[in-house]
């Protein structure tokens, strides 16, 4: 018998055996399982929501979607006004974020002083961080008094003819309120992933525009964007579904007029999500609570679509940029 | 030093001019842009600052709200304080050990292709809406047990799972493949290579995930309307009930006519606002910190 043979078999190889086996088979189901369930989450999600709104659905069907009436004393429900107020207030965000988070970004990556990008960077960021229910306080007392004794009538004055600029509500809440407040909320996070995507350029391919006579905007025209247009668009949907899924900000501003379809952005109106957050004590009927449910299955699906495309830009950008984008 | 003679083509004209003042008027626009992102930081954080900071007071964490109160009376958001530590405190216990689980399966045990769909799932997860959250919590747990902080918990804890899981994996990626081997290469099996190497490793962007999580969810009010809203005045902690917390009372206290009530949300969103921005500060200290740590080991 050798000296090695001596050695009993735990002394040789301390971690050998069953009871490392037993351990890697242990943490492995145990961690497999906690991915399954998270991953089951998402369907639990789509499950009960889908099972709320049954009572709805069979009611309404795809009508609901069509149907402007929502009206808890005849018992007839429609999403229409709300898809309408969920719409003009997040493409309305949109339009305003878009530009300022393109400018934004711009400005950190090509014109600001090296010093100030890092501070002004993580200061802009900690703008996403500020609480929704917090902008809409802030939204109510402070801005909305503001649009309305400034904003409102300056724009109705100047721009009136165009119907979007009707005749200023009296209160401060309404559709135009919430589109600003959305467009605070969405503004980081088109800018930083603008801003990642921007520093992402290739410095031969900016230094090779400058060096061929452009100027810093044909540079960023010519390179910059082009380069970093599948990201945008991809940070533009992100920016998209966090609009559209926000409830509290814009339930506190919107004004909570239900079935209202106008042009007039001064109005007060109501979204998919602010009237789920708004109705939270307030539904009295089954069918009510089942229509709620229903307006909850559209967010959900937009949403489900909104980031399974997102996803998919990002992933053919990130691919195509050879980086990995994030 | 002389002009230096040049071709036509060089020499300013009208067309050089134009393309010249068009990149003039693009920086000042970017320089706007840049300054108006911070001036909206600015007008927010001080417009809270000033309008909270003269209601903070011991009051506000000590005194419960007085319905109908008329005159001056001393009340504060006790309950709804007590509250918010109760549900966020649950909800990160419940999060925090499943988010740190998945993140090792995805990157320790799972093939290419599952990790790739739970990485999906989870960045899906983290895009649906907080309040299509608070509804499913709603149908799950409410409409048959009724409301309880526990439900308000669980509600948040789905929100920071993706958020938890996310930041793990993606620190977990970061531990030099070398340590791995090494550790598997001297016999340790892959559990207490996980545990004992991979894992200590990460420590300090796990915890930075875990406070950003936190952060993030301390200020949600949607998930809460539905699951633990319906509360008292008086102070509990007892998750089994309804609890009132930070933001519900904010969001409630905002709709009210009465200026007073007006000062006590500022108040409780300052607070709010000065635990969040905290709280990232040092995340992100945090995040510089391990990372340089990360760097040396990787070396």
Not at chain 1, 103 to 130: D, N, Q, Y
């Amino acid at each position: 018998m050798s000296t090695y043979d001596a050695i009993g078999d735990e002394a040789r190889r301390p971690f050998s055996g069953r009871r490392a086996r037993l351990g890697d088979l242990s943490l492995q189901t145990v961690a497999g399982l906690a991915a399954a369930g998270a991953v089951s989450v998402l369907g639990l999600i789509a499950y009960k929501v889908v099972q709320g709104s049954r009572l709805s659905l069979s009611t309404f069907g795809l009508g609901f979607v069509r149907g402007i009436g929502w009206d808890p004393v005849h018992n007839h429900f429609g999403a229409a006004s709300f898809l309408f107020g969920t719409a003009v207030t997040s493409i309305g965000a949109l339009l305003l974020a878009t530009p300022l988070a393109l400018g934004i970004a711009l400005f950190l990556t090509e014109l600001a002083p090296r010093w100030i990008r890092g501070p002004v960077t993580a200061l802009v960021e900690t703008l996403a961080a500020i609480p929704s229910v917090v902008i809409g306080l802030w939204g109510i007392i402070v801005l909305g008094p503001v649009l309305r004794e400034h904003v409102m009538p300056a724009l109705h004055s100047t721009l009136g003819f165009i119907p979007l600029f009707g005749t200023p509500s009296p209160a401060g809440t309404g559709i135009f309120t919430a589109i600003v407040v959305l467009t605070i909320m969405i503004l980081p996070i088109v800018s930083s992933i603008s801003r990642e995507l921007f520093l992402g350029v290739p410095t031969e391919l900016k230094e090779a525009a400058l060096g061929l006579g452009a100027t810093r905007w044909e540079m960023v025209r010519g390179v910059v964007f082009p380069y970093a247009r599948g990201g945008v668009a991809a940070a533009m949907i992100l920016g998209l579904g966090r609009a559209v899924g926000e409830a509290i900000a814009v339930a506190q501003v919107i004004g909570g007029v239900d079935n209202l379809i106008g042009w007039n952005l001064f109005n007060g109106g109501n979204s998919l999500a602010a009237k789920i957050a708004l109705d939270y004590q307030g539904a009295t009927s089954q069918l009510e609570v089942s229509s709620l449910f229903y307006l909850a299955l559209i967010l959900l699906v937009f949403s489900l679509v909104v980031n399974l495309v997102a996803q998919v830009v990002v992933r053919r950008v990130a691919r195509r940029q050879g980086l990995v984008a994030r | 030093m002389s002009a230096v003679e040049l071709s036509p083509l060089q020499r300013p004209n009208d067309r050089l001019r134009r393309r010249r003042a068009v990149n003039r008027a693009m920086e000042v626009l970017a320089w706007a842009a840049g300054a108006i992102g911070i001036a909206i930081l600015g007008v927010v954080v001080w417009s809270v600052t000033k309008r909270g900071a003269g209601q903070l007071n011991l009051d506000l964490f000590t005194k419960a709200p007085v319905p109908f109160a008329i005159g001056h009376v001393k009340q504060g958001l006790a309950n709804a304080f007590a509250g918010s530590l109760v549900i966020v405190g649950l909800a990160t216990a419940m999060a925090l050990p499943v988010g740190i689980l998945v993140a090792i399966y995805v990157n320790e045990f799972a093939p290419r292709a599952v990790r790739n769909a739970v990485g999906l799932t989870l960045d899906v997860l983290n895009g649906v809406p907080a309040i299509v959250i608070a509804i499913f919590v709603f149908g799950l747990l409410v409409a048959a047990h009724g409301q309880s902080g526990f439900a308000g918990a669980f509600a948040l804890a789905v929100l920071m799972l993706p958020l938890v899981a996310r930041a793990t994996i993606e620190v977990l990626a970061l531990v030099p493949g070398t340590l791995r081997e090494a550790s598997l290469g001297l016999g340790v099996p892959r559990w207490r290579t996980t545990l004992g190497i991979i894992l200590p490793q990460s420590i300090g962007g796990i915890v930075t995930g875990a406070v950003l999580a936190v952060a993030r969810v301390a200020g949600e009010t949607a998930p809460l309307l539905f699951t633990s809203s319906i509360v008292g005045n008086s102070v509990g902690w007892n998750p089994a009930h309804a609890l009132q917390s930070v933001p519900v009372a904010i969001f409630e206290l905002s709709d009210s006519p009465n200026p007073d009530d007006h000062a006590r949300a500022w108040a409780a969103a300052l607070v709010l606002l000065l635990f969040i921005l905290v709280a990232s500060l040092s995340a992100r200290w945090l995040a510089t910190r391990s990372r340089r740590k990360l760097g040396r080991a990787a070396r």
